[in-house]
């Protein structure tokens, strides 16, 4: 049968799945979009021109 984990263990456990929760958190917001190359699509230049109007 299985044997009941300690207090300690389960309190470990927990830590290490907070550090992983922040981790993954903290790369996810920093995986941000591309950087622009300069070009513009055509979508941006109409509505560029539409707004001039």
Do not use: H, W, Y
Not at 8 to 14: G, H, K
Not at 26 to 39: F, I, K
Request: no cysteine; charged share 20%; hydrophobic share 45%.
């Amino acid at each position: 049968m299985f044997e009941r984990t300690s207090t300690t263990e389960r309190f470990a456990r927990s830590v290490i799945a907070a550090v992983v929760a922040v981790a993954t958190l903290v790369l996810a917001a920093n995986a941000g979009p591309a950087r622009a190359d300069g070009r513009q699509t055509d979508q941006v230049t109409q509505v560029k021109q539409v707004g001039r109007g």
